[in-house]
């Protein structure tokens, strides 16, 4: 099966072997170095170094990284300020409610760009802002939103920025430095092609939160994971056998040429499959120059309903994905994240002229 959703993604080989590794207790000296290895790899991503940043491994899912970056650092005297453009950045503004944190949120409907005059001007009105949060890659819509121009505006405005970069960590151009990001969630499954389970926060050091702090959280609080894991050692047991998996995918990334390679590969499948469905009159929901490499949403074809498109496809052999709320019965998702070759999605263009001819 070929899966087209956004993670988890298909596997290759080499990380597939990695789960049949020796059985290992969290407490014990292999599994601190496998741990302290996928730290290293995980900040070499993006080549930022280990004085000044740290990557705190956590066992859950992009929501886990996402609620323990949050939680963690937007202190309790402090106003967070939420982009919403998707789902995923409404998601934002549910962990800052449930967790009690003050916050705003500057709201567009789902797919739609962020205006950056319209933030400036909040900012303006709301000078006891101190943090902002924002997606990356909406996967709602397949939306890319502007880091850079919103990092700069954070810049500007001595902003701390935190980034769902959940579905972007690995494909798309992150410049923690020079763009001054503060801190970026992200997990195992989806661009870094490891296995769910595994979930983890890019954080600057010198935003964890001080020492004598009480934590929001007990499970997600990323002080006492990244105070633990530079000793070596971990608060919770952790997904062992997910570690396996993203140590070698993050090795199998590595010798690929890392994340420009990724992207590269990435643009060249959604550009096949962007063309291919256009010439069968399936239309892209957005621009190009507007999406990510990662994901696209397109209109449903004419006179076929989700469920049928999704039921013919998955029968041959493609598992597409929905979208979601009022973009259910309108459109579907193609992710061409994971193991997955060109021939595989040359053959995906094949069914599914198949699946509409019917
Ligand atoms: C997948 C995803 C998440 C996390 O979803 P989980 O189901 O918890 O893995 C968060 N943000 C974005 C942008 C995502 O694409």
């Known amino acids: 099966m070929i899966l087209l959703n956004p993670g988890p993604v298909n596997l290759s080989d080499r990380v597939r072997k990695a789960l049949l590794n ?8 292999e599994f601190s170095q496998l741990q302290i290895r996928i730290r290293q790899q995980l900040l070499q ?7 000044d940043w740290a990557a705190v491994l956590l066992t859950g899912s992009g929501t886990a990284a996402m609620e323990a970056m949050v939680t963690s650092l937007v202190p309790r005297d402090r106003k967070l300020l939420v982009i ?16 009690g944190i003050a916050y705003l949120t500057l709201h567009y ?31 709602t819509t397949g939306r890319l939103n502007n880091l850079a121009q919103l990092a700069t505006i954070c810049r500007e405005h001595q902003i701390q920025l935190l980034v769902d970069g959940v579905s972007s960590f690995g494909a798309e151009e992150l410049n923690f430095e020079a763009w001054g990001i503060t801190a ?23 935003a964890l939160p001080p020492k004598d702090t009480i934590p929001r959280t007990l499970y997600l609080d990323l002080g006492t994971y990244c105070q633990k894991q530079d000793g070596g050692g971990t608060p919770y047991t952790q997904s062992v ?29 959604a550009n096949l499959v962007r063309d291919g469905l256009l010439a069968m009159g ?32 998955k029968a041959r052999g493609y598992v597409i994905y929905a979208g979601q709320g009022n973009l259910t019965r309108s459109i579907f998702r193609v992710s061409t994240m994971g193991a ?12 599914v002229k198949n699946a509409i001819n019917r």
């Open 109 to 139: 409907s789902w797919g739609d760009e962020i205006k950056l005059q319209e933030l400036v001007e909040l900012l303006a009105q709301n000078p006891d802002i101190s943090h902002l949060s924002v997606v990356h890659h909406e996967t």
């Open 84 to 99: 919403e453009n998707g789902v995923y950045g409404e998601r934002i503004s549910k962990i800052a409610k449930i967790h």
């Open 45 to 51: 991503v993006y080549n930022l170094p280990q004085e």
């Open 184 to 206: 970026c969630a992200a997990t195992a499954n989806k661009c870094l092609h490891g296995i769910p389970g595994t979930a983890f926060v890019i954080v600057r050091r010198d």
């Open 241 to 269: 056998q997910s570690f396996y998996a993203l140590a070698e995918a993050l090795a199998e990334f590595a010798e690929a040429g890392g994340w420009q390679a990724r992207h590269k590969y990435y643009s060249q499948l």
């Open 340 to 351: 997955i070759t060109h021939a595989d999605m040359e053959r995906f263009l094949d069914v």
């Open 22 to 29: 020796p059985d290992l207790c969290h407490r014990e000296v």
């Open 282 to 313: 399936i239309k892209p929901l957005l621009p190009p120059e507007s999406s990510s490499v990662v994901l696209n949403a397109y209109y449903l074809p004419e006179g076929i309903n989700y469920e049928e498109f999704h039921d013919r496809l």
